[in-house]
């Protein structure tokens, strides 16, 4: 009888022990992970979207909307048809689909498979009415493009980043695209088993933030205008390509800015992506004649020439080391004065200021006008060549920068720079954005403070020798009766592997008007026109063609 009560203990001893032993492995050495496992089934956890902002152009119309839109989903688990048929019934529907990858993506295993993404209402609705088990939708976000294309190299556009996430790229989207995306949300609340939320649970709950709106400087009548103009002078003129932009030259704010060829945001992944650069302010060019206005107004702001200086070198080409400087056109004006410098475009003339001004002074001129280094305009993309050295300069690239060639500059810069002509002497900074609006507050976005980089007298003595190149120059052909403008046509040699095509150039002219208080500055740009190898007989025109429609929506009267 004690044996049997002894073995009875000792076997309940075996029991414990192994209960408390089992006991202790659930609750210690596993208790973390049986905790979170158990907390997964009636804990829920959702990032709420924020939505992206719109952007507004300068009358109050909009570039971008955003509006819903559907993704659409497949569940494995629950899909009941083979991969083929449903993909033979989606394909239809879904624009630009592809029936390979959409069987693939069918065939995969997982409950949250993402076929198509900006999927619209209508087309939400017919799938829905097909009733395919497995297939289902979730609310997305989409930009609509009431313009179509225009200004879409300056808008940029929506795609995804490497976690499939809504993300800007270029112009305004790149550069604006954590306050135009918002802050996303946060819910965790736990439910019991039936899904409904446990009411003695507070839960946790962080709100999104709406992206911001964006009102911009752009005025949408101008902008069409000025892109379907640049579209009529490209073809016109045999040009492969071309830009314009047009700036208030006393606050830096852009107007229209446009360049073809462009692309069409709501399908950018058809194009190739060098077409979503805006060449403006991407892309270099060496600029001829127009760069001419820069370094007269440095030489008469130094005071090493005034417009009344006579040349004493103009009566024949230029020899410099073992190079030859010549006139555009292989004549030569023996004492010409340096307006006739500018009006005749003499590379010559040019040299002789740039020999005035010497290599260090025309470096630091140049700087204060901006040249080799960033505008800051608010867009994604901007790059800026630089210029050599300070201090390497010799004489042969002071000769050929004084007359715009073996020097690079872009789009933005270079109207920036002429701009401190037209506005009296300062350098100011371009913007496209004005004012940003959140959901109860707006802000005006502040200018940067101009910056006198040349006096006021200089500025207006350069401006009057635009109006004479512009009025008595190669282009006066080209004038609209009765207006005055002070502008200047460049013709530019394009460099190829370390030397100067001869039969390939970039067209340019840049002008500003009413003289004293220009309510604009433009300038235009043709690259490799084929009509003719002169700016004069191609850009020059092109930008009377566009000013002519500019001076009654700005109100500029003729003063003659």
């Not at 112009?171 to 439910?191: D, M």
């Not at 650069?277 to 600029?287: A, R, V």
Request: charged content about 20%; aromatic content about 10%.
């Amino acid at each position: 009888m004690v044996v049997k009560i002894r073995v009875l203990i000792a076997v309940f001893a075996i029991l414990f022990l192994g209960l408390t032993v089992r006991l202790f492995y659930w609750q210690v050495v596993k208790g973390s992970e049986l905790s979170r496992a158990a907390q997964s089934q009636y804990s829920t956890s959702k990032i709420t979207s924020a939505p992206r902002g719109n952007i507004i152009a300068r009358d109050g119309s909009y570039w971008v909307i955003r509006t819903g839109a559907w993704r659409l989903i497949a569940n494995a688990n629950l899909l009941k048809n083979s991969p083929n048929s449903i993909a033979d019934k989606l394909i239809p529907l879904l624009k630009d689909a592809d029936f390979a990858r959409l069987t693939d993506l069918l065939s995969r295993k997982g409950s949250w498979i993402p076929l198509a993404t900006k999927v619209d209402n209508e087309v939400k609705k017919n799938i829905e009415a097909m009733s395919i088990p497995g297939i289902s939708f979730e609310p997305e976000e989409a930009s609509y493009y009431p313009e179509a294309s225009s200004a879409a190299q300056l808008l940029g556009f929506v795609g995804k980043d490497e976690n499939g996430t809504d993300l800007g790229y270029f112009g305004l989207e790149g550069y604006y695209n954590l306050p135009l995306s918002g802050k996303p949300g946060f819910i965790g609340r736990q439910e019991d088993v039936r899904g409904v939320p446990i009411l003695l649970d507070g839960g946790h709950e962080i709100t999104a933030v709406n992206g911001v709106d964006l009102v911009t400087s752009i005025d949408k009548r101008i902008q069409i205008l000025l892109e379907q103009k640049l579209s009529d002078g490209i073809e016109k003129y045999g040009a492969i390509g071309g830009s314009a932009i047009i700036m208030d030259p006393f606050t830096g704010n852009v107007i229209a800015m446009a360049a073809s060829p462009s692309f069409d945001p709501m399908e950018y992944n058809k194009y190739n992506d060098s077409l979503f650069k805006n060449p403006l302010i991407s892309n270099s060019f060496e600029p001829g004649s127009i760069f001419k206005v820069l370094i007269m107004a440095s030489g008469l702001d130094a005071g090493v020439v005034t417009p009344d200086t006579v040349c004493d070198i103009c009566d024949g080409p230029l020899s410099l080391d073992k190079y030859q400087i010549k006139t555009w056109n292989n004549k030569y004006h023996a004492e010409s004065t340096m307006t006739d410098v500018i009006v005749n475009s003499d590379n010559v003339g040019m040299a002789f200021v740039g020999q005035k001004l010497g290599a260090d002074n025309l470096y630091d001129y140049l700087d204060k006008f901006g040249i080799g280094k960033p505008t800051g305009v608010d867009l994604q993309g901007e790059s800026s060549p630089r210029m050599r050295k300070r201090g390497t300069w010799n004489v042969v690239d002071v000769a050929t920068a004084s007359f715009g060639q073996g020097i690079a500059v872009t789009g933005i810069q270079m109207i920036r720079a002429v701009s401190a002509i037209a506005n009296g002497g300062y350098l100011v900074s371009p913007k496209v954005v004005t004012e940003i609006r959140g959901k109860e507050w707006n802000e005006t976005v502040k200018l940067e403070d101009p910056k006198r980089i040349i006096s006021e007298k200089s500025a207006a003595e350069m401006a009057q020798m635009m109006v004479a190149a512009a009025s008595s120059g190669e282009s006066k052909w080209t004038n609209v009766k009765g207006f005055t403008v002070a502008g200047k046509t460049g013709t530019a040699q394009i460099p190829v592997a370390g030397h100067y095509d001869p039969t390939n150039t970039n067209h340019s002219y840049i002008g500003f008007t009413p003289v004293g208080k220009p309510k604009f500055i433009m300038l235009v740009t043709l690259q490799s026109p084929t009509s003719s190898p002169w700016a004069s007989e191609t850009a020059a025109p092109l930008w009377y063609l566009i000013a002519k429609d500019l001076f009654p929506y700005f109100g500029v009267q003729p003063d003659h």
